[in-house]
């Protein structure tokens, strides 16, 4: 028979984090590196997709279109770096607040924006680059909010 045992509320194994996994600066900081990274990754991915879409056939039907995007590589890599991109996030979530990383990822649409303007000649007017400044400001701002996490003590 197993001995049950009663334990204080937020003194349970689940509701601490280990000490490894805490919101050191130092995992802060290796969190943070990721979650950009996500945003490369994802960026690349998007502009390898687009660029791979362009090479299927116009009016192919949805089963023709995805037999092609499995034999297209730019899109296949792009898938892959999607996948990488997520595993990234994934990883870095381990080690950081989920309220200050996410909103990171709203620069892949910076990054899709310069990208598309370099290989697809996209224009950027002036309402698209208010938008990318104030997504740039935001995820500053967000960053500069980092709440400071209290101190578990000890129970009695």
């Given at each position: 028979?197993?001995?049950?045992?009663?334990?204080?509320?937020?003194?349970?194994?689940?509701?601490?984090?280990?000490?490894?996994?805490?919101?050191?600066?130092?995992?802060?900081?290796?969190?943070?590196?990721?979650?950009f990274?996500?945003?490369?990754?994802?960026?690349?991915?998007?502009?390898?997709?687009?660029?791979?879409?362009?090479?299927?056939?116009?009016?192919?039907?949805?089963?023709?279109?995805?037999?092609?995007?499995?034999?297209?590589?730019?899109?296949?890599?792009?898938?892959?770096?999607?996948?990488?991109?997520?595993?990234?996030?994934?990883?870095?979530?381990?080690?950081?607040?989920?309220?200050?990383?996410?909103?990171?990822?709203?620069l892949?649409?910076?990054w899709?924006a310069?990208?598309?303007?370099?290989?697809?000649?996209?224009?950027?007017?002036?309402?698209?680059?208010?938008?990318?400044?104030?997504i740039?400001?935001?995820?500053?701002?967000?960053?500069?909010?980092?709440?400071?996490?209290?101190?578990?003590?000890?129970?009695?």
């Amino acid at each position: 028979m197993r001995s049950a045992t009663i334990e204080r509320p937020g003194t349970s194994p689940l509701s601490q984090p280990p000490a490894e996994l805490g919101t050191s600066k130092r995992n802060l900081k290796k969190s943070l590196t990721m979650v950009f990274g996500c945003t490369v990754l994802g960026a690349a991915a998007q502009i390898l997709i687009k660029t791979g879409l362009k090479l299927l056939p116009p009016h192919a039907g949805l089963f023709e279109l995805i037999l092609a995007g499995l034999m297209n590589w730019q899109i296949m890599l792009g898938l892959c770096l999607y996948g990488g991109s997520t595993a990234l996030l994934v990883l870095a979530l381990r080690y950081g607040e989920l309220s200050m990383l996410y909103p990171v990822i709203a620069l892949t649409y910076v990054w899709v924006a310069c990208l598309s303007l370099f290989f697809f000649h996209e224009s950027i007017n002036i309402y698209k680059a208010c938008g990318l400044i104030l997504i740039v400001g935001g995820v500053c701002i967000l960053g500069l909010g980092q709440p400071k996490r209290p101190q578990h003590k000890e129970p009695m």
